[in-house]
């Protein structure tokens, strides 16, 4: 069945960027069946989804993030990216991809699965 | 964006319990609501998709209910590897939100 795995730096710089890769195995972003997320979860504290990515390319953004977020596809490797910009303390989060399920017709419905996740912190 | 909440935020629980956790959305999102399972240190997994539909695999113990804004999910008989925080969210608005968590532990 299809996995997925967070790969990146696990301490950031506050006005850095965070850099994460979501590798995707037994199974193809190219399907065309699913979105690609990514969501984060501070420590102790509920979850955020952050946006998603469709393998042509097109995303959506939460807007409370869209300012500093960029989701990009390398269908080749089979992996899907996060970037976020000028992050300060507040970003420091696990942060989740997982496989995004797409009803007929076109409508997001579900999450699932979701890989294990990494702890981003942002400190100096 | 649609709030999500959640009642109770934490219950204790004996194994063979039953249990039920309400989640409320800020307005109306039809039957697009899922329910997850987190452990410590785990990801989310999905028990509960369209308010009602038990994820393959799940046991059938979980079960979901409700539509517009009002929901529940119950556990029948709450076993040993039940406990956990359980999450709702919403699928209606394309800014998918959740709830603030419900952590079910020992009693």
């Known amino acids: 069945q299809v996995q997925l795995q967070e790969s990146g730096p696990g301490l950031v710089k506050p006005s850095q960027t965070l850099s994460l890769t979501c590798t995707v195995s037994g199974g193809s972003i190219s399907s065309g069946d699913y979105y690609w997320s990514w969501i984060r979860q501070p420590p102790g504290k509920g979850l955020e989804w952050i946006g998603y990515?469709?393998?042509?390319?097109?995303?959506y953004y939460n807007p409370s993030l869209k300012s500093r977020v960029t989701i990009s596809v390398d269908t080749s490797k089979n992996q899907f990216s996060l970037k976020l910009s000028s992050v300060t303390a507040a970003d420091t989060a696990v942060y989740y991809c997982a496989r995004t399920v797409v009803a007929p017709g076109g409508r997001v419905v579900r999450f699932d699965p979701w890989g294990q996740g990494t702890l981003v912190t942002v400190s100096s | 964006d649609i709030q999500m909440t959640q009642s109770p935020s934490s219950l204790s629980a004996s194994v063979g319990d039953r249990v039920t956790i309400t989640c409320r959305a800020s307005?109306?999102?039809?039957?697009?609501l899922n329910w997850y399972q987190q452990k410590p240190g785990k990801a989310p997994k999905l028990l509960i998709y369209?308010?009602?539909s038990l994820q393959s695999g799940v046991p059938s113990r979980f079960s979901g209910s409700g539509s517009g804004t009002d929901f529940t999910l119950t556990i029948s008989s709450l076993q040993p590897e039940d406990f956990a925080t359980y999450y709702c969210q919403q699928s209606y608005s394309t800014i998918f939100t959740f709830g603030p968590g419900t952590k079910v532990d020992i009693k």
């Open positions: 307005q109306s999102i039809s039957s697009y």
């Open positions: 990515i469709y393998y042509s390319g097109s995303t």
């Open positions: 369209a308010a009602s």
